[in-house]
C-alpha cells in the first residue's frame, strides 16, 4: 500500500490495491479517538492495528499498517456526512465506490482471530464467502484531502487554502502559488460573467460554479443580488428550464417517479444529509407561464433553494430540490432528443395522490416533522387541491398561491399608503383566476377583514375574476366556474372584452397573473385611469415576455399616473421628469424570509395568516423616500435585511401561536442570527495546535538558510 509520510520522509512503498483502506492520518492518539467517537467502529485507526507488519517498535520512521480484513460494511447508510470540525485532515466524511470484487477477493487471503472480530464489530466472513455473493460494495469512508477535498464542492476553498492548510490536507503543488480571498475569487467570477452576452450562458456559468465552489457561489450571488437575480431566477431560469436537458451535467437533488411509489422513504435514506430543514418539489406541470415542461422543470426547485441561501441566509446544505416526474403533456418537450424523464403523459390516476401523500409522509420521517416542504408550479388542477389536502398536517405552503399573494398584498399595502387610502376602498381586478389569481384573491379578503372589519362575503364582493371565458357572473352560459372561483361569483351581465369589464366594474386596480402577453391594452389602461386617479397595474405574469404589458406602456397610456408593479423586471424610465425603476414584485422578497423564520423555529405549521405578516411587514419597510420615485418595494440589494426582518416577525407568530418546537428565546433577533448561513468567510480546517510547530519549522528553516548564507 502506497503512502505518505507526513513527517516528510518517504514511507515504505507496497503494491497499490483496491483494497487500501484510506488515505495516510496521524499517529496522535487523540485525533484517532475524536474520528472514531464520530464515525464509531466503521473505521479502524491504523495506530492501532495489533497485526502490522512494521511495527514502530522495530522501525520508528515507518507508519503503521492496517491489516487486512478488519474492515467491515458499515450498517445503514454509507453516505452520511459527519463534520471534523476540530479534524485538520478534512471537513467532513463521505463514502466512494471504492470496493471491487478483486479486493473481496483480497480479502479471503486474510483470516481473522475472534478477538478481532469481536474488538472491531466484523460480522462478514470473507473466507467463506460465497462466489455468487461478490459484488461491488462501495462502502469505504475517509477524510477529504488532496485532490478529493477541492474537488468536492461544498468544501473547496478554491485558491484560499492557507499554506498551513495546504500542507496539512495534501495540497500543496495541487494549487497555485498565491493565496486569494474569497473576495479576490470573486471579483474573477464576475469579470468572466460580465463578459458573456448571452443570458443563457450566464445561466449555466454560475450554476456551474455552484457545482465547483459552493459557497464562492453563494457570495457571488449575495453580494450581487440585483445582477445576478434576473439571471439565477425569473425571467431567465425559464429559459434554462426550456433547455435544461440540453445543459445538464450532473444531478442536483432528487429525482422520483410515478414508478417510485412505495419506495420514497428508502431513496430519501440514499440522500447523504441527515438535517435536511427544506424541500421544494415540482411536477413540472406549470413552469412559470411556460406551460408543462416536466422534468425539465427541476431548475425551478434549484433555483429557489439557492435564493433560500442568497437572499435570506438558509445553510445550503439543509435544503433539497425534488423533481417529482409523472410524466409530460407537452409532445415536443417529451419526444425531445435531450429530456432527461419518463417519456410518457401524466399520470392522472390515483398513484399520482398516492406519491405525493408518501413524499411527504416519507420526509418528515426521514428529516423530522417541522420539515418544510414547498409546493412549486403544480397545475391549476392540483396545486390549491394538494395545498388544502396536507396543509393541515405538514409544514408546506405553495409559492405560486401564497407567496405570490403576500408580495402583492404588500404591493397594494403600499399603494394605499401613497394614495392616503384603505384596501377596501378599492375594487379588484384579477385577470387570470388560476391558482395564484385565487390565492391573490383570497389574501386581499382576508387583509380587508383583518384590517378593515368587513365580512369575508363583503369583501370578496370587491374582487372581480375574469378567467379565459370572461367575467365570472353567475349563471355563466358558458360554464367553467369551479368550486374555486364560486365564491367570487358577481351579479352581472356576461362579459369578454377587458376593457368593457374594466369599465362595468369600476375597478381601480388590475393585476394580470395570465401568461398572456400585451393583454393590458391602451385600451384597458385607459379606462383604468378613468376609474380612478392613481390605478394599480400589476402585470405579475413571468417570465418577462409573457407580462401583460410594459412598464414604459403602462405609465404612457396612463399619463405617469399609475403605480406600477411587474412579476419580473423591467429597465428603468423617466416618468415626468423623475427616474423611476419599476417594481417588481418578486416573490424572493417573501418565501425566502418566511422559510427562516419557520426553520429557525422548528415550526410545525405554515398558517395562513403568516403571509399578511410577512405582507405587512415588506410593506412596512418602504420609506417616504421609495414612494416619491414610485417604489413599491425596497431595492433587491437590501433584500437580506428584507428576510431577516420577515424572519423576525414570522418566529414572533409562531411562538405566539404555538406553533414552535424550538426553545422560545428571549431575543428572537438572536435566534434567527445564530441558524444564518456565513457566506463571506471560509472555515479553517488546518488544526491550530500544529501552529506552533508550523512557526517553528520555518523558523528553524530561516535561521539554517541565514547561516548557510553567512558561511559563503
Not at 118 to 142: I, L
Not at 434 to 450: K, N, P, R
Not at 555 to 575: E, M, Q
Request: proline share 4%.
Amino acid at each position: 500500500m502506497s503512502k505518505r509520510s507526513r513527517s516528510g520522509t518517504d514511507s515504505e512503498s507496497e503494491s497499490n490495491t483496491d483494497s487500501e483502506v484510506t488515505q495516510s492520518w496521524s499517529q496522535n492518539t487523540s485525533r484517532t479517538e475524536s474520528w472514531r467517537s464520530t464515525s464509531g467502529s466503521q473505521y479502524m485507526s491504523e495506530t492501532e492495528s495489533s497485526n502490522s507488519t512494521t511495527s514502530s517498535e522495530t522501525n520508528p520512521g515507518a507508519r503503521q499498517k492496517t491489516p487486512r480484513g478488519t474492515w467491515r460494511p458499515p450498517r445503514g447508510r454509507t453516505t452520511k456526512r459527519d463534520h471534523l470540525e476540530t479534524s485538520c485532515w478534512g471537513y467532513f466524511c463521505c463514502a466512494a465506490p471504492v470496493r471491487t470484487s478483486e479486493a473481496i477477493s483480497d480479502y479471503q487471503d486474510y483470516e481473522m482471530t475472534e478477538a478481532e472480530r469481536t474488538r472491531y464489530g466484523v460480522k462478514w466472513d470473507y473466507s467463506t464467502m460465497d462466489e455468487q455473493n461478490r459484488r461491488d460494495v462501495p462502502w469505504k469512508r475517509f477524510a477529504l484531502a488532496g485532490r478529493l477535498l477541492v474537488e468536492d464542492a461544498r468544501s473547496n476553498k478554491g485558491m484560499a487554502f492557507s499554506w498551513v492548510e495546504r500542507r496539512e490536507l495534501n495540497l500543496h503543488g495541487l494549487l497555485p502559488p498565491r493565496v486569494e480571498s474569497i473576495q479576490d475569487q470573486a471579483k474573477r467570477v464576475l469579470w468572466n460573467f460580465d463578459r458573456m452576452k448571452d443570458n443563457l450562458e450566464k445561466y449555466q456559468y454560475i450554476m456551474n460554479l455552484a457545482e465547483i465552489n459552493e459557497q464562492l457561489f453563494f457570495y457571488v450571488i449575495s453580494e450581487n443580488v440585483k445582477k445576478m437575480m434576473p439571471i439565477v431566477y425569473t425571467p431567465t431560469v425559464g429559459l434554462g428550464c426550456q433547455r435544461f436537458g440540453y445543459v445538464y451535467q450532473r444531478p442536483r437533488g432528487m429525482f422520483i417517479t410515478i414508478n417510485d411509489v412505495g419506495r420514497v422513504y428508502h431513496m430519501f435514506e440514499n440522500w447523504p444529509e441527515n438535517d435536511i430543514r427544506a424541500l421544494c418539489f415540482t411536477d413540472g406541470e406549470r413552469i412559470l407561464g411556460l406551460g408543462d415542461l416536466g422534468c425539465f422543470g427541476m431548475g425551478i426547485p434549484i433555483g429557489k433553494l439557492a435564493l433560500y441561501t442568497a437572499c435570506a441566509g438558509i445553510k445550503p446544505y439543509q435544503l433539497l430540490p425534488v423533481m417529482v416526474d409523472v410524466g409530460c403533456n407537452t409532445k415536443k418537450i417529451r419526444d425531445d432528443q435531450f429530456y432527461i424523464g419518463l417519456r410518457q403523459e401524466r399520470d392522472r390516476t390515483e398513484k399520482y395522490d398516492a406519491l405525493i401523500d408518501e413524499i411527504i409522509s416519507a420526509a418528515q420521517r426521514r428529516w423530522g416533522p417541522h420539515v418544510l416542504l414547498q409546493f412549486e408550479d403544480f397545475g391549476n388542477r392540483n396545486a390549491f387541491r394538494l395545498l388544502q389536502m396536507h396543509k393541515d398536517r405538514a409544514n408546506t405552503f405553495n409559492d405560486d398561491i401564497q407567496g405570490t399573494a403576500s408580495v402583492a398584498l404588500a404591493g397594494i399595502y403600499t399603494a394605499c399608503r401613497m394614495t392616503n387610502t384603505k384596501i377596501s376602498d378599492h375594487r379588484f381586478l384579477m385577470f387570470g383566476a388560476g391558482s395564484a389569481g385565487l390565492g391573490i384573491a383570497s389574501l386581499i379578503c382576508t387583509a380587508m377583514v383583518e384590517d378593515d372589519g368587513l365580512t369575508l362575503e363583503d369583501a370578496r364582493k370587491h374582487i372581480y375574476l375574469v378567467d379565459s371565458r370572461g367575467l365570472v357572473v353567475k349563471g355563466r352560459s358558458t360554464g367553467g366556474i369551479s368550486k374555486e372561483k364560486s365564491p367570487y361569483v358577481q351579479e352581472m351581465k356576461e362579459e369578454k372584452d377587458l376593457g368593457e369589464i374594466a369599465e362595468i366594474t369600476k375597478a381601480t386596480a388590475i393585476i394580470g397573473v395570465s401568461g398572456q402577453a400585451q393583454v393590458f391594452t391602451e385600451a384597458v389602461c385607459r379606462q383604468m385611469a378613468i376609474n380612478t386617479k392613481n390605478p394599480m397595474i400589476f402585470p405579475m405574469s413571468n417570465p418577462t415576455h409573457k407580462a401583460e404589458c410594459s412598464a414604459a406602456d403602462a405609465y404612457k397610456w396612463t399619463d405617469g399616473n399609475c403605480i406600477f408593479a411587474s412579476g419580473s423586471p423591467f429597465p428603468a424610465l423617466d416618468v415626468k421628469g423623475v427616474e423611476v425603476v419599476p417594481s417588481q414584485g418578486n416573490n424572493a422578497y417573501i418565501f425566502p424570509g418566511l422559510a427562516l423564520g419557520l426553520l429557525a423555529t422548528k415550526a410545525l405549521r405554515c398558517p395562513d395568516n403568516f403571509f399578511t405578516i410577512a405582507a405587512k411587514t415588506l410593506a412596512g419597510l418602504v420609506t417616504d423616500d421609495m414612494m416619491k420615485v414610485k417604489s413599491l418595494y425596497p431595492p433587491l440589494e437590501d433584500i437580506r435585511k428584507v428576510s431577516f426582518e420577515i424572519a423576525v416577525a414570522i418566529g414572533k407568530a409562531a411562538f405566539a401561536q404555538g406553533l414552535a418546537t424550538e426553545i422560545e428565546p428571549k431575543d428572537m433577533s438572536a435566534l434567527i442570527k445564530s441558524v444564518v448561513y456565513d457566506h463571506t468567510t471560509y472555515p479553517v480546517y488546518s488544526n491550530e495546535s500544529f501552529s506552533a510547530l508550523s512557526n517553528e519549522y520555518t523558523k528553524e528553516r530561516r535561521n539554517g538558510e541565514t547561516k548557510i548564507r553567512a558561511r559563503l
